[in-house]
């Protein structure tokens, strides 16, 4: 009997470790985006990407269909070459662009800032 309560105490404490290591990390992606400069590329929008989030328990999801909450992300390669760079978007930011375009990417580390098309 006294092995179930510790086992459940185990996988708890593994739990909060986990839930704590995210935690942290997200916070020092924050930090450390926060503390870069602002940096700004001559960039082509090369993709982009729209997928719908399942924050619904499958039960929810008979009655309503997941889908209502949506992840944007963009993809942007530079002009002069070198690696392709994906960022996470908002909904206005996402339907501003269009495959193709050119224009000035700004971002901060991992954080998209803006994008500026040029004619």
Known sequence: MSKIPLFFIIVLAIIVVAASFRFVQQRREKADNDAAPLLQKRVVVSNK?????????????????????????????????????????????????????????????????????VP
């Open 49 to 117: 990407r729209e997928k719908a989030l399942n924050d619904r328990r499958s039960r929810q999801q008979q009655v309503t269909p997941a889908g209502t909450t949506m992840r944007y992300e963009a993809s942007f390669k530079p002009e002069s070459g070198g690696l392709e760079m994906t960022f996470r978007l908002d909904e206005k930011q996402y339907h501003q662009l269009t495959v193709g375009d050119k224009g000035v990417l700004s971002y901060k580390g991992s954080r998209f800032e803006g994008f500026d098309p």
